[in-house]
């Protein structure tokens, strides 16, 4: 299977426990990007990387939340210090885009669904 | 701000009709607008992406056509199976980004 990857596909903790989601792109995307989805909504912005770098953020991530993509491949989300209302899906995407704010035609994974107890 | 808005909510229709989803924006400067399905539970899956020259896409049952002029983006799906029963979202790009609407659902009566 070629497509995005993302590990684990659910995730049960208690409240105050840090969480790691991680992601796997396509191998050949330079853009990879993390969204949040409550259910019955739309997806929302996280943040995103051109190859290693984290180009944006958005303000709606608090400090608790940090992500990485270190060789520009895989790309890790961390969670610290979970609360409940950072339940939610977490999807991971990619694309290949040679530059510009174009965001090119993104690929998803299956996402990570997180509980917090 | 852009913003985007999918109308109908939710939409329930027998089998085998023709039909139509509605994508409509604020802001027309945007790179591409893309749709999407999503199953309960799961990712989601693109079903078309048109870039902002575009008029439209298809691949095919569904075609896409997008009006950047008036801000509008409508996904048609012919001879409708249960099997297209989902959550379509549109998506339009827009510096670095994708602004999403809420999506409608769709649901196909056998």
């Known amino acids: 299977d070629t497509g995005v990857s993302q590990d684990p596909r659910h995730k049960i903790t208690k409240r105050g426990q840090n969480v790691t989601f991680r992601c796997d792109p396509i191998?050949?995307?330079?853009?990879l990007y993390w969204y949040r989805q409550t259910l019955g909504q739309g997806p929302e912005f996280l943040t995103y990387f051109q190859n290693e770098a984290q180009l944006e953020k958005s303000r709606l991530l608090s400090d608790r939340f940090s992500a990485e993509r270190p060789k520009g491949s895989f790309s890790t989300l961390e969670i610290q210090r979970t609360e409940q209302g950072d339940s939610a899906m977490y999807l991971c995407a990619s694309s290949l885009v040679l530059s510009g704010l174009n965001t090119g035609e993104l690929f998803f994974g299956e996402g990570s669904r997180l509980t917090v107890l | 701000k852009q913003e985007v808005t999918q109308i109908p909510a939710a939409l329930s229709v027998p089998e085998g009709e023709n039909l139509v989803l509605n994508c409509s924006f604020t802001?027309?400067?945007?790179?591409?607008l893309q749709w999407f399905r999503q199953d309960p539970g799961k990712g989601l899956t693109s079903l078309l992406l048109i870039q902002s020259s575009q008029r439209e896409q298809t691949s095919g049952r569904l075609n896409a056509s997008l009006d950047k002029s008036s801000g509008r983006s409508t996904l048609y799906i012919a001879a409708s199976q249960p099997g297209d029963s989902a959550t379509y979202l549109c998506a339009v790009s827009s510096n670095y980004q994708l602004i999403w609407g809420a999506g409608t659902k769709l649901i196909i009566k056998p």
């Open positions: 191998s050949e995307h330079n853009r």
């Open positions: 802001d027309s400067a945007i790179y591409n």
